[in-house]
């Protein structure tokens, strides 16, 4: 059947409870204690707030919209995603999300957003502009992040001061819409942020798909962890396969090139000159030779990852990992064999549903 | 008319997309088989101020509302009608004038397309309200039920609207959407006769449907048409293309297809069983859509590009004068982007057109999988 057209469901189902207070721990650790969920009996507020919902679901209780009034006491301290308007006492919602208390704080954090950046984040950005002296690159929040010419390695790893030469090429590194891995270095008061690639590890993306997920917040989405990337074992065939997943919820899944053993064993280098060798093919946009098994597989660790996002659940190493073993198990056990990758609609929500119990 | 402005994926994911696109079978990104629509819910009914309306939503949240109003509205003559003068002699012996005279206007279906983010007039959006309009008026069918009697039509307008921002070309699911409103469409019941002023029941209840059902099977017998949007890559056909999949097309082609009752009337009463699986599709119209791969920037083989291997930055003459024009024209090397040139081929296209309209197809199944839909 090449379609399926479903009757439309009563609501997108929230997120579990599990994942939520999961999510919010980890962003908010460093804050230093996570938020509790507020409770509105305690706030004294008129109880038909919480009527129009069920009242078993946490979720539920604790969902304002903007304008909606949180609080007329002023014993409370507003915080992000709050305002209070002039001449009242009221602490008022700001966004669409979810309330949370941290001692006599009052914050909302929003049940989407975009990405926020944060010293020594590793982003996945795609370059949109060219400029004199620097890039401007998407990386999904609110403004354009800018990766200066002095902040890439220059190929070969030479170390030298920027010329006019550099200036001059500077699309042969990155022109408008090549994908970039790379690290933020610095931020300025208004949100926007500077990223270098000065290591190995960073720099141009090829031989591989993108996927963009929406924004932060609700439970789904990337959540910082301790690897944002790794590689991993293609099952059925396919070769190893490098996952990069961005902080702000660009991620990239590509063939997994083992390049420095290679190269080193070819020019008999020593590991001093390994920066000279490595970064040889940093700029390049030449695809490698892929066989159809590993491409097969990078699809199905792709739709693996929009499962994961279209049913609420968060994104991390382990999800994806535990996430992918299941998707092959899943179509072994279907008629057409390993070949079957496609995990859209319901065949989704089983990934999901497997990978909650 | 470029069917999604501005694709930002850089060389090396179009060269995967289009290998991947190009393997036998073909490996598209979100792991679709080639003639697999993504799965969508629908609803009908959702707007109590229009004669008929209907949504959309994909997985991915792009979501469509199409609602239907229509209105009374006194039917022009043409200068060389002389039938309202003649219509007393005749009116006994009408018959055969009738036949003739059962004629809609172009003019009486009005269809805008809102996109947010784009403006009505932007060239994108009229051209994707004419592809819907062409195929609705093209064999005159539809505009024939909008009459009245010889001097009233009903005036439809079709406002279709895109509600979430386009995140693939939208085409497919603007045209699902307008056949699922079109089918739930209900006029108020005529109680006048003949050529008086219209005179409507106001019971809702004993409305007729746009499109009428079978009284026994319940069943639609004529549906109003859909377009499918279809492209090539290296030697695949695939439908429903994403936003990905269309920035690597050779060709693209939006083909709307009815379903073409009257024959199948006819060879029911031959076969004596109602088949659903061989209905008769008729081809309304074609367009090619122009693919946005050909404006995406090509790639640069590792052997000319300077920032590649040990080369030094500052490299010779001929390089440094001219790197753009030395690109633009290189040979076909493996693993590097290069934008497909030159129009479609006659075989291919021809190939495209017969894969929709074969019987027990995609447009077949399609059809069939919104004729499920409840749309009372």
């Keep these: ?357 | 008319m470029a069917s999604s402005t501005n694709v930002h994926l850089s060389p090396a994911e179009l060269s995967y997309l289009h290998t991947s696109l190009s393997l036998n079978p073909p490996i598209r990104p979100d792991g679709r088989s080639p003639t697999q629509y993504r799965p969508l819910s629908a609803e009908t009914g959702i707007l109590p101020g229009t004669n008929g309306s209907a949504r959309i939503c994909f997985a991915d949240g792009t979501e469509a509302i199409v609602g239907v109003k229509a209105e009374v509205e006194k039917t022009r003559r043409r200068w060389d009608d002389d039938t309202i003068f003649g219509e007393n002699q005749n009116q006994e012996e009408g018959e055969e004038q009738d036949e003739g005279e059962e004629q809609g206007s172009s003019d009486w279906v009005e269809l805008t397309v809102e996109i947010p983010g784009y403006r009505d007039d932007d060239s994108g959006t009229v051209f994707l309200g004419q592809m819907l309009c062409e195929a609705l008026l093209a064999d005159g069918g539809f505009v024939r039920r909008l009459r009245i009697n010889r001097r009233f039509h009903w005036k439809v307008y079709l406002d279709i609207l895109l509600i979430s921002p386009p995140l693939s070309y939208p085409l497919p699911l603007l045209s699902l959407t307008t056949h699922l409103a079109l089918l739930a469409t209900r006029l108020p019941k005529l109680k006048s006769e003949g050529d008086e002023d219209p005179f409507f029941d106001d019971d809702w209840a004993a409305a007729p449907y746009l499109y009428a059902r079978n009284p026994t099977t319940k069943r639609v017998t004529e549906r109003p048409p859909v377009t499918l949007l279809v492209m090539a890559v290296g030697g695949n056909v695939i439908f429903d293309p994403s936003k990905e999949e269309l920035a690597v097309a050779d060709v693209v082609l939006a083909v709307s297809v009815g379903d073409d009752a009257s024959s199948r009337e006819g060879r029911m009463d031959v076969d004596g069983r109602s088949n659903n699986s061989g209905r008769n599709l008729k081809l309304l119209s074609i367009r090619t859509v122009d693919p946005p791969s050909r404006l995406t920037p090509p790639g640069v083989a590792n052997a000319a590009n300077s920032a590649y291997g040990h080369a030094q930055v500052v490299s010779t003459g001929a390089n440094q004068k001219m790197p753009e024009a030395r690109q633009t024209e290189s040979e076909a090397v493996e693993g590097v982007w290069k934008p497909p040139r030159g129009g479609a081929k006659a075989v291919v296209m021809g190939a495209l057109v017969q894969k929709v309209l074969v019987r027990g197809g995609v447009a077949d199944e399609v059809l069939d999988a919104l004729e499920g839909v409840d749309t009372s």
């Design chain 1, 1 to 357: 059947m090449p379609i399926t057209i479903l009757p439309p469901k009563p609501s997108h189902p929230p997120p579990s409870p599990h994942d939520i207070s999961d999510a919010d721990s980890e962003l908010s650790s460093d804050d230093g204690g996570g938020g509790a969920h507020l409770d509105f009996a305690s706030l004294g507020l008129p109880s038909h707030q919480k009527s129009t919902h069920p009242p078993n679901n946490p979720l539920f209780t604790n969902l304002v919209t903007p304008g909606t009034l949180i609080t007329p006491d002023h014993q409370w301290m507003r915080g992000h995603g709050t305002y209070i308007p002039p001449s009242t006492t009221n602490i008022t919602s700001s966004l669409a999300g979810i309330t949370t208390r941290t001692n006599k704080l009052i914050s909302v954090s929003p049940l989407r957003a975009r990405y926020t950046p944060e010293v020594g984040d590793l982003v996945v950005g795609r370059v949109l502009e060219v400029q004199a002296k620097r890039w401007r690159v998407d990386i999904n929040s609110i403004q354009l992040a800018s990766l200066p010419l002095s902040a890439i390695n220059l190929p070969g790893g030479i170390l030298r001061k920027r010329t006019e030469t550099d200036e001059l090429q500077i699309r042969t590194f990155f022109a408008e819409g090549d994908l970039v891995v790379a690290e933020v270095q610095q931020l300025f008061q208004d949100g926007g942020a500077v990223l270098h690639t000065r290591s190995l590890k960073y720099g141009k993306l090829r031989n591989g798909l993108f996927v963009a997920l929406s924004g932060q917040g609700g439970g789904s989405g990337v959540v910082r962890s301790r690897r944002q990337v790794w590689t991993m074992e293609g099952q059925n065939g396919g070769g190893k396969m490098d996952v990069i997943l961005g902080v702000n919820g660009y991620v990239w899944i590509s063939k997994h090139i083992e390049q420095v053993a290679k190269e080193l064993e070819q020019k008999h280098m020593g590991i001093t000159n390994m920066e000279e060798s490595v970064s040889a093919g940093v700029y390049s946009s030449q695809n490698d030779f892929i066989d159809s098994a590993t491409m097969r597989e990078i699809a199905r660790l792709r739709n693996v990852v929009t499962a994961l996002v279209e049913n609420g659940c968060r994104v991390d190493e382990d999800m994806v990992i535990r996430g992918y073993a299941e998707a092959c198990e899943m179509a072994m056990l279907g008629e057409t064999g390993a070949e079957d990758i496609y995990l859209g609609g319901q065949r989704g929500e089983e990934l999901t549903r497997a990978l909650r119990n």
